[in-house]
């Protein structure tokens, strides 16, 4: 699993580590573009809406977000990912942060409209995801949302389909989401969008 050390040194290469893996609709980043589209446009429904960020890494979503008047909050572990997004969003308020940790002082000050997060969560296992989750929901504004793009399943045999055809590549210290196991433990709220064979997005309402 990387830690911030990994992701700085894969920071310069990311976008196009992600593109190639998009457009040859390989894991793990099948779907990527429609994953983040879709929940930049559930966040374009409302104006001006205060948007959490976990994970942003280089801003791919969140300065799009930034450029069409969104406030942006973020969290991330990468200095050099950090610092990438910081050019892009010089007045969002981004933290360098562990999320292992749960969430900082900072942002527990706050609500949001949306809290979004994509390719990130999967660094937690499922237990400190359903955690970190109900952390999440409760900085919800009333009509908030939290929307979750990332690697993910609706059973386990899609996975283990995925890791058989992906079996060079795959990455074992890493806990993806499959929706019949996980969705017990997530707010009744919760609705799974799958976008590819291995992504998809996860909308939990307050
Ligand atoms: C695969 S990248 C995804 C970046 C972006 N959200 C996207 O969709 O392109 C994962 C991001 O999560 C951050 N990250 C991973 N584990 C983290 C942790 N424990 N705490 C904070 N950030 C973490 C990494 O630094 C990296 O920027």
């Not at 996975?159 to 060079?168: F, M, P, S, V, Y």
């Amino acid at each position: 699993m990387l830690n911030n050390v990994g992701f700085n040194l894969w920071a310069d290469n990311y976008d196009q580590t992600v593109q190639v893996s998009e457009e040859n609709g390989l894991y793990p980043f099948a779907g990527y573009k429609k994953i983040l589209n879709t929940i930049f446009n559930e966040v374009m429904q409302k104006d001006n809406s205060k948007v959490l960020d976990i994970g942003f890494g280089t801003g791919v979503l969140t300065s799009k977000l930034y450029s069409n008047g969104h406030l942006i909050d973020g969290i991330d572990f990468s200095e050099k990912m950090i610092s990438i997004a910081r050019s892009k969003m010089p007045n969002a308020n981004l933290f360098e942060w562990d999320i292992s940790k749960g969430l900082p002082s900072e942002i527990l000050e706050n609500t949001y409209d949306f809290i979004v997060s994509t390719y990130t969560l999967h660094h937690l296992t499922d237990e400190e995801k359903v955690a970190f989750i109900t952390e999440l929901v409760s900085l919800l504004k009333r009509d908030g949302k939290l929307l979750i793009g990332d690697v993910s399943f609706s059973t386990r045999e899609q996975l283990d389909k995925c890791r058989q055809e992906n079996i060079a590549h795959w990455d074992d210290d890493e806990f993806y989401f499959v929706y019949d196991e996980i969705k017990f433990s997530l707010p009744s709220t919760c609705e799974f969008h799958p976008i590819s064979h291995c992504g998809g997005v996860f909308v939990i309402s307050k």
